[in-house]
């Protein structure tokens, strides 16, 4: 068809809500504004950060990173025909070998800090770690990006 679609959450860190940052709703909508659509070519890589307002009027930095996967065309493209009905070339069959597409696929950064370059370089090491298909836990580099240690005064480095 027309190569529309909608999106859908394929995986996300916390599982669940926490009780004082809960997950933005909607925010598949929010990654792709002209719509989850498909393409004949491979876009390059975008990156974005935009600032949602909750009821509270507490701000949220949403940080998008998008980039373009290989899919299979949905349906088959049949061969033209000459004016005599025969088919054009010498093939027994009558459908051509699908059109590859490229959809998009978007990583998202919720955060109530305004650091985007951080986010461009925390989004930018997750997708390098997918597309080299690196054998590293995601779960285990989301939670190293995300954690800290601060050292207790006086005590040891």
């Known amino acids: 068809g027309s190569g529309d679609g909608q999106g859908q959450i394929l995986q996300r860190f916390p599982e669940k809500d926490w009780e004082d940052n809960p997950f933005p709703q909607g925010i598949e909508l929010f990654c792709q504004p002209s ?3 498909l393409f004949p070519e491979r876009n390059p890589p975008t990156f974005f ?3 949602l307002t909750d009821i509270n009027s507490e701000r949220h930095y949403c940080a998008c ?3 373009w996967e290989a ?3 949905p349906q088959p493209q049949s061969h033209a025909r000459n004016g005599e009905g025969e088919e054009e ?3 027994a069959s009558s459908l051509v070998q699908p059109a590859q597409l490229f959809a998009p696929k978007s990583l998202v950064l919720v955060s109530r800090l305004d650091h985007a370059e951080v986010f461009r370089n925390s989004l930018g090491l997750i997708y390098t770690i997918y597309v080299d298909g690196l054998s ?3 779960e285990n580099v989301i939670g190293n990006l995300l954690t800290c240690t601060i050292p207790i005064t006086g005590g040891a480095q």
């Open 49 to 51: 950060v935009a600032v």
């Open 89 to 91: 070339e010498e093939e």
């Open 65 to 67: 990173f998008t980039f």
């Open 35 to 37: 719509g989850w659509q």
């Open 71 to 73: 899919v299979e065309s």
């Open 136 to 138: 590293v836990s995601l």
